[in-house]
């Protein structure tokens, strides 16, 4: 932060306190201008990139909180930020300025922190240029489009000693947060087997017969970025870019990246595992998309194992967990229901402990950033890194996979129990949404070996090739820091 004289830090000290008044007792205040607030060193000057879906929440974990101000909101389309200029005018008494470039955004020295809400394949170069920028940055999950770019980004944020939050919320939340303590306690023993589940319903995103026109209101040069610019073949630009390659990393990155985080988190395991192993397909439509919506996971770590389960068709819960996880242990298990609550069971289902409880995954991050300590964020860019890393490797495992019929792929799982009864029941759920079984397509995936030291893979350098990406001229993540 800059220095000040004391005039000036008086003057604004006065105007962001009557801000802060008139939300606390929900009075009108004259808001202080934004460009007076950029004098006072306890004011945090915050742009939001991103704006139309997640970035809202962003807008409303920074504006007018914990000694913050949004100053200015971004994003590639302009036609997006209406709800975020409003958001951001409610809170401080006054619009923010819009700013569709990033490039100027990170050059601005009026800027403290970046908070990314973009569609994933921006998520680590943006986060990597503010952070060259002097910025501190938080950045929404998975925080990387592949594995390299997400260890790139790591090391940025070590050399450049900046605060680098992932936006993985759920650490934050006391019950999940208290639950994963009893866990580590050993209270229901040794973990075994670390289930994430992302039973989620995904419609079809359509299908097109040709290239769709790009919105006049955006600048599509810079929505690309560090992705191919190719024509726009699905019916939206916005949102239906998750089941796309290109830009998204299906549910696994999507919503799934939230639950593998807490699965490898209990299992208190940091580093990738040793080996991956990934089936699925697209089932019940035909349509522009991509990606898996139906998938399994396996992820060897030797003492133990990461099973990861992808449903987008109507399912029903597992153990009482849709979008959450269950931890098998040898003295019981652990159910996580959702983002703030738990359960533990002792092994014949008796109820040991509840657990529940929300938290603010934006003001910990503040803290961090006010005090210069990393070793106090909850979602240090290492653990957003390292849980991105497992789900790309999953997608790796996938895409690399080959295509055979359903019923022939029992024997896959043949050593492993708990993959195995996962197989059946994913069977079972197919039938039930009327998928003929006998007929049915599925992908395969590659067995990959992984050095988790290296962060490569053993004697595969096809699946090596697929830890990067061609990037586009401007927009290249450095291949080392």
């Known amino acids: ?4 004289n004391r005039r000036d830090f008086l003057r604004d000290s006065a105007l962001l306190g009557a801000v802060l008044a008139g939300t606390a007792t929900g009075g009108e205040a004259e808001a202080a201008p934004v460009a007076a607030r950029k004098g006072n060193a306890d004011t945090l000057r915050v742009a939001v990139v991103g704006v139309r879906g997640r970035g809202l929440s962003h807008v409303g974990g920074f504006a007018n909180r914990h000694g913050c101000v949004v100053t200015t909101l971004c994003d590639a389309d302009s036609a997006v930020i209406g709800n975020a200029m409003r958001a951001v005018a409610k809170a401080q008494g006054q ?12 050059e601005d020295k009026d800027i403290d922190i970046v908070s990314i809400a973009t569609p994933n394949h921006w998520h680590s170069l943006m986060a990597i240029w503010a952070i060259q920028n002097g910025k501190d940055v938080y ?3 998975p925080v990387s489009h592949n594995v390299s770019e997400g260890r790139r980004l790591v090391e940025s944020a070590r050399k ?8 993985t919320q759920i650490r934050s939340h006391k019950g999940i947060r208290d639950a994963i303590a009893f866990l580590h306690a050993g209270k229901l023993g040794k973990v075994r087997v670390a289930r994430g589940l992302c039973y989620k319903l995904r419609g079809s995103i359509g299908k097109v017969q040709g290239p769709r026109p790009i919105p006049k209101t955006v600048d599509y040069n810079l929505w690309c970025g560090p992705a191919p610019d190719g024509p726009l073949m699905r019916k939206n630009l916005h949102y239906d870019w998750h089941w796309i390659w290109d830009y998204g990393n299906g549910d696994l990155g999507n919503q799934g990246i939230h639950q593998m985080d807490v699965a490898r988190w209990g299992l208190g395991k940091n580093e990738l595992s040793g080996g991956a192993l990934s089936v699925g397909g ?14 399994i996971c396996v992820f060897d770590y030797g003492d133990s194992e990461l099973i990861f389960e992808v449903r987008g068709l109507l399912t029903k819960d597992y153990k009482g967990a849709k979008v959450g996880n269950i931890f098998h242990c040898s003295d019981g298990y652990l159910v996580i229901h959702d983002y703030e609550k738990a359960t533990a069971f002792s092994p014949n289902g008796e109820v040991v402990a509840h657990f529940s409880g929300g938290g603010d995954h934006f003001g910990n991050f503040v803290q961090a950033v006010r005090s210069r300590k990393p070793e106090l964020l909850h979602g240090d860019i290492l653990e957003g890194h390292l849980s991105s890393a497992l789900c790309h490797l999953g997608n790796l495992s996938y895409r690399l996979g080959s295509t055979k019929q359903f ?3 029992k024997a896959l799982f043949e050593d492993d129990k708990a993959a195995a009864e996962t197989l059946e ?13 006998d007929k049915v397509q599925y992908q395969i995936g590659r067995r990959l070996r992984v050095d988790p030291t290296k962060e490569v893979f053993v004697g595969d350098k096809q699946a090596d090739a697929l830890l990067t990406r061609p990037y586009r001229k401007g927009f290249e993540v450095p291949a080392s820091v």
């Open 407 to 409: 019923d022939k792929t």
């Open 160 to 167: 450049y000693g900046r605060i680098c939050q992932a936006g």
């Open 425 to 437: 029941r994913t069977q079972q759920h197919l039938k039930a949404n009327g998928l003929p079984i």
């Open 282 to 295: 697209r089932f019940g439509y035909v349509d522009d998309g991509q990606t898996a919506n139906t998938q």
């Open 95 to 106: 619009e923010p300025r819009f700013v569709q470039d990033v490039r100027k955004v990170i």
């Open 139 to 141: 950045v929404e999950k």
């Open 1 to 4: 932060m800059r220095s000040i």
